[in-house]
């Protein structure tokens, strides 16, 4: 499946899920400041997009081992979330406050970071076991 | 013990299979409409009748400030939040009270627990499933939609009113069958008399047109009988207290002056339910009401199921005061005295 289709499919899905125009569901925005997403929607979200691609996604999929070893202090979370910003776009990174703290990482969760990761998972060579 | 306090009736919403509002409603009475008509919702083909009457032309929508949250409610609850809706709207109570100040009190039934999704849900995880419970939680679970109990849980219908209303005062769900709405009512008006609450928004909410609620009528030998029809729709009240209502200016369209519940089995415990509401047990005196017989106005009223006997009495603008009523099959039972606008002390109204 290409990309463009990936992402054709995905914002349909976060439309019907989040009851928003498909022309409002931008790669850009995101799924909780600009959509209105709510926790219960991420678990909803999930579980459409492993029905229309049949995959399975696992629960804190988006963010997992991001914080392992880390210790849970706020210099310590910013130098993280700094390497982070580096490692991996497709995040709304800008979005971060000024004493950023790991709650407000599903806030960068965008429709890009969604079609991204499809496109990880639906690669051939990465094809779950 | 602080007195209790008296009780307006300031907003009605009614979503009913005869329409919606109460002249649209009043009017359909007036010419002796009736709703039944083949169902729709679901193939009733199998069943000893296949009438049902429905809400036609539903569209929950305008009612919803969140759209997103219409996929949590199923049918009882979408009724529910545009009734609930259309009665706040008929009190003008936006911006009236303060959001912990307004509660919720509905009465309402089970749903068919999606059972088209639950079955699908089986079927794609091969039939055995259905009767292997290991395999079922196993295999079903993760093809079921994480939200398929939440969109089914009886207290999400007064949860998502809540929300939609913006409502964080006392928040009940009464189920005592078809008592329910009408005993939802009295508590509400309780809640308002103690004090508990400033505002209730009270009623009933149900939609018995699925294949569980028909098989239930079918077993019970009521399908395909003499004038049972099932149906659906939803009644809500603004349940207001009084000096509040009289303040703002608000029309006040009744007075809840007495209501009672309890379980009977027979004329006598009927008439004692009858006595106690008409009594006035939310605070007021009911003068007109204790000597007029109410056992009986109530006794009639018992014939007629379901939650629009209220609606009914309401209708009936030019009744001083009724008795509304619903028994369950199980012997629950909910009396509610109403004093109606023309019948309201002067300057009331």
């Known amino acids: 499946m ?126 779950p076991a | 013990m602080k007195p209790r306090r008296r009780v307006a009736i300031t907003g009605v919403g009614l979503v009913t299979p005869l329409g919606r509002g109460l002249p649209a409603v009043a009017a359909a009475f007036g010419r002796g409409e009736s709703a039944a ?11 000893a009748s296949a009438l049902a009457a429905e809400v036609r032309d539903f569209d929950p929508r305008p009612s919803f400030r969140a759209p997103k949250a219409l996929k949590l409610c199923d049918r009882r609850t979408q009724l529910a939040v545009a009734a609930a809706s259309d009665a706040v709207a008929d009190a003008r109570l936006d911006g009236t009270l303060a959001p912990e100040e307004l509660g919720v009190i509905l009465g309402t039934s089970g749903s068919d627990l999606g059972a088209p999704e639950l079955s699908r849900a089986v079927d794609g995880a091969g039939g055995a499933a259905a009767k292997d419970v290991p395999l079922f939680a196993r295999k079903v679970l993760s093809g079921l939609s994480p939200l398929w109990l939440l969109v089914h849980l009886p207290n999400m219908t007064g949860a998502h009113v809540a929300i939609q209303a913006g409502a964080r005062g006392p928040n009940d769900t009464v189920m005592t069958g078809w008592a329910a709405g009408l005993q939802a009512v009295g508590e509400g008006a309780a809640a308002v008399a103690r004090g508990d609450a400033e505002a209730v928004l009270a009623g009933g909410t149900d939609s018995a047109i699925h294949p569980f609620a028909f098989a239930g009528f079918q077993q019970a030998g009521w399908l395909g009988g003499d004038g049972f029809v099932p149906g659906e729709g939803a009644v809500v009240l603004v349940l207001e207290e009084w000096e509040r209502a009289r303040r ?102």
């Open chain 2, 37 to 47: 008509a083949p169902a729709t919702l679901f193939d009733a083909s199998g069943f």
């Open chain 1, 2 to 127: 290409n990309r463009q289709e990936i992402e054709s499919r995905a914002r349909g899905v976060v439309a019907a899920a989040l009851d928003h125009p498909l022309d409002r569901v931008t790669l850009d925005a995101s799924l909780i400041d600009d959509l209105g997403a709510e926790s219960i929607d991420f678990l909803d979200i999930a579980f459409r997009l492993e029905t229309e691609f049949g995959i399975e996604i696992p629960e804190d999929e988006v963010w997992k081992g991001a914080f392992d070893g880390v210790p849970d202090d706020a210099d310590a979370i910013a130098a993280r979330l700094a390497q982070l910003a580096r490692e991996r776009p497709g995040f709304a990174w800008d979005r971060l406050g000024p004493r950023p703290s790991r709650r407000e990482l599903p806030r960068l969760i965008t429709v890009r970071t969604v079609v991204d990761y499809l496109e990880r998972r639906l690669a051939p060579e990465s094809a």
């Open chain 2, 248 to 349: 703002r200016g608000a029309r006040v369209r009744g007075e809840v002056v007495g209501w009672s519940s309890g379980v009977v089995d027979g004329d006598a415990d009927l008439e004692r339910l009858a006595r106690r509401a008409g009594a006035g047990e939310a605070g007021s005196a009911p003068r007109r009401f204790a000597g007029k017989g109410s056992a009986a106005a109530a006794g009639r009223l018992f014939a007629a199921h379901g939650p629009f006997d209220l609606a009914l009495g309401l209708a009936a603008a030019d009744t001083p005061c009724c008795v509304a009523a619903a028994r369950g099959p199980w012997g629950e039972s909910a009396v509610v005295s109403v004093r109606t606008a023309p019948s309201l002390p002067e300057g009331a109204a």
